[in-house]
């Protein structure tokens, strides 16, 4: 049976989102998805969860939000679905996406647009402490580029589901960002030319200038100009 979504009027859009997106995917490709509410179709390659209650994932594994038991650099793609709208750990769950996601690879993140009447009622409902309040695009923005990750592309779409001025207030996004390699900087060692005195040429040493020192104070001065 599926689970009830945190908001029903995106179910429509979040199913359409997932063959949209599911479509876009290369088909080997080892993706991690994390829904806000029904997680995706099974496939082999994917690895489906959702939110859970008390800041826990569900689905194909359970675990805290804050510890996904999965090996750092192991997944191609990694899809938030809106679990940053829904969740109080959205910072939490983007550093536990990007540590799983390969470097070089795609972070894609769909979520409620500026404009959008869920993102006004989620607001609301935030200011009376009774849901987390989505984070927006330049929050987004922020928080990749902190960690590292380069070509941000945003694309804002409406949900063509509802129809007249409704459509309006129907604001989403789609965001991807690529997360770069970060390569430790390479040591440079100078080499140093150490000089060594050799045979039969003299070299001063502590006595021999302390025997120059004594020898020219008791010399003089005069006798030094020409």
């Known amino acids: 049976m599926a689970e009830p979504h945190p908001l029903p009027d995106l179910s429509h859009l979040c199913t359409r989102e997932q063959r949209v997106l599911g479509e876009a995917l290369a088909v080997h490709d080892r993706v991690l998805w994390l829904a806000a509410g029904q997680q995706p179709e099974a496939n082999p390659a994917c690895l489906a969860l959702r939110l859970g209650e008390h800041n826990t994932i569900e689905g ?92 941000l592309q945003v694309q804002c779409f409406q949900n063509d589901a509802l129809a007249g001025s409704a459509s309006m207030f ?13 390569r430790p900087m390479a040591t440079t060692h100078r080499r140093v030319r150490v000089l060594k005195s050799r045979a039969g040429v003299w070299s001063p040493s502590a006595r021999n200038l302390r025997e120059l020192d004594a020898d020219w104070s008791g010399r003089d001065p005069s006798r030094l100009v020409a």
Request: overall charge positive; hydrophobic content about 40%.
């Open 60 to 151: 194909d594994l359970c675990a805290a939000i804050d510890a996904w038991p999965i090996r750092d650099r192991s997944m191609d793609q990694v899809i938030l679905q809106h679990s940053l709208d829904f969740s109080p750990l959205g910072a939490v769950v983007i550093g536990e996406a990007l540590r799983v996601l390969k470097p070089e690879r795609e972070l894609w993140i769909t979520g409620l647009g500026r404009l959008g009447w869920q993102r006004w009622r989620m607001s609301w409902q935030a200011g009376r402490g009774h849901r987390p309040h989505p984070p927006s695009l330049n929050q987004l923005r922020l928080l990749l580029m902190s960690h590292g990750c380069v070509d």
């Open 170 to 182: 129907s604001d989403h996004y789609l965001l991807r960002a690529r997360k770069r390699e970060i």
